[in-house]
Structure formats: structure tokens, C-alpha cells
């Protein structure tokens, strides 16, 4: 069974950081994709960032300079770096998982970003 568990989110002040954390059981993540997707309330879910198998990272043009996404295969976890956070990066953020076809989500972390 597939399962994919973030941590690290929390309440953080304006101009603070997080790293996020999503450790994978049941999938190696080093042939898959691996990203971050965050929802705000009210919002449609967008895309944070991917890394790819080969390392190539994609970010969301809003999200560039602030935000790095890395993967430890030995690990079996990828990670997001956010700094310099902004009320709006306020959201809950989905790690997930993508070999087509297949794709898993982890349940969600909460990012709190407080003025």
C-alpha cells in the first residue's frame, strides 16, 4: 500500500521558513516524479513545485527564489524549502507522486503564514 506522509507545517510569521517533509512507503520515489500542490481556502489547488527522476525542478512563476524542492532516494523523501514565507503562501500542501499512470497524494499539511 502507497502512502505518502507530509510534515512540517505550522504557524510561522511573515519572512519566516518551513521545510516540508514527505516520506513515501510502498513506491520508490527515485522513477517517480515527485511535487508539491497547495490549496488555499476558497482557491483551486495549483502546482508548488516538481522535481523530476532525473532532478530537473519546475516551480510555480510566483514561487521562484523562495521556494526549493529536493529528494533523497536513500531516504525515500522529498522535501520543500519555502523561505521568506508570505500570508498568501497560507495553505494546506500535498506532497504527491506521479508515474503515469499512476498518481498518489498524501493526505496534506497545514502552512500558516501570519502577518
Known amino acids: 500500500q502507497v502512502q505518502l506522509v507530509e510534515s512540517g507545517g505550522g504557524l510561522v510569521q511573515a519572512g519566516g521558513s518551513l521545510r516540508l517533509s514527505c516520506a513515501a512507503s510502498?513506491?520508490?520515489?527515485?522513477?517517480?516524479?515527485m511535487g508539491w500542490y497547495r490549496e488555499a481556502a476558497g482557491k483551486q489547488r495549483e502546482l508548488v513545485a516538481t522535481i523530476t527522476t532525473g532532478g530537473n525542478t519546475i516551480f510555480a512563476d510566483s514561487l521562484k527564489g523562495r521556494f526549493t524542492i529536493s529528494r533523497d532516494n536513500a531516504k525515500n523523501t522529498v522535501y520543500l524549502q519555502m523561505n521568506n514565507l508570505k500570508p498568501e503562501d497560507t495553505a494546506v500542501y500535498y506532497c504527491?507522486?506521479?508515474?503515469?499512470?499512476?498518481?498518489?497524494w498524501g493526505q496534506g499539511t497545514q502552512v500558516t503564514v501570519s502577518s
Open positions: 510502498g513506491l520508490t520515489i527515485s522513477i517517480y516524479a
Open positions: 504527491y507522486a506521479r508515474r503515469e499512470p499512476r498518481y498518489y
